[in-house]
């Protein structure tokens, strides 16, 4: 999970909110202030200032905004995850991301989209030799 530089009763360093158990179910909107783990089920929204941790009997159907997104279990909807979103091995996501940093462990399924809008990558200017291929590309098509 999320490398933490500092201490505290979290799973990752933070203080844990609160823990959805297996067999326990959320319709509608969560929000938390430090970290939630998820092994039952929640369908709705989740808007966290902290760390969600989505356990391997986790499942969540949801729009997703929070600082860090673990998974383990399965998700599907959308994600926003302001700093980092790790998928395990175990994870199963069916989701539209954005995140600066996405980290993907072997096994692990995910279908859908992803960007990096807040990363220093995406902040670069267009390459000039790519420009020009591309729209070296877009005549040759239209002649």
Same mark, same amino acid.
Request: glycine share 14%.
């Given at each position: 999970?999320?490398?933490?530089?500092?201490?505290?009763?979290?799973?990752?360093? #933070?203080?844990?909110?609160?823990?959805?158990? &297996?067999?326990?179910?959320?319709?509608? !909107? *969560?929000?938390?202030?430090?970290?939630? @783990?998820?092994?039952?089920?929640?369908?709705?929204?989740?808007?966290?200032?902290?760390? *969600? =941790? =989505?356990?391997?009997?986790?499942?969540?159907?949801?729009?997703?905004?929070?600082? @860090?997104?673990?998974?383990?279990?399965?998700?599907? #909807?959308?994600?926003?995850?302001?700093? &980092?979103?790790? *998928?395990?091995?175990?994870?199963?996501?069916?989701?539209? /991301?954005?995140?600066?940093?996405?980290? /993907?462990?072997?096994? &692990?399924?995910?279908? #859908?989209?992803?960007?990096?809008?807040?990363?220093?990558? &995406?902040?670069?200017?267009?390459?000039?030799?790519?420009?020009?291929?591309?729209?070296?590309?877009?005549? !040759?098509?239209?002649?």
């Amino acid at each position: 999970m999320f490398k933490s530089s500092g201490g505290g009763s979290g799973p990752r360093g #933070g203080d844990l909110n609160g823990f959805l158990d &297996a067999g326990s179910e959320i319709i509608g !909107e *969560l929000r938390f202030e430090d970290t939630f @783990r998820i092994e039952g089920h929640l369908d709705g929204k989740i808007n966290a200032k902290g760390e *969600l =941790v =989505v356990g391997e009997n986790g499942t969540v159907d949801a729009d997703v905004s929070a600082r @860090r997104v673990y998974v383990a279990g399965t998700l599907t #909807g959308s994600v926003t995850a302001h700093e &980092a979103l790790e *998928l395990a091995a175990t994870a199963r996501v069916r989701a539209k /991301i954005q995140t600066p940093s996405l980290s /993907i462990e072997p096994g &692990a399924f995910f279908e #859908g989209s992803s960007e990096m809008p807040d990363h220093p990558e &995406a902040k670069k200017p267009q390459d000039d030799n790519v420009t020009a291929l591309s729209a070296a590309k877009k005549q !040759e098509r239209a002649g």
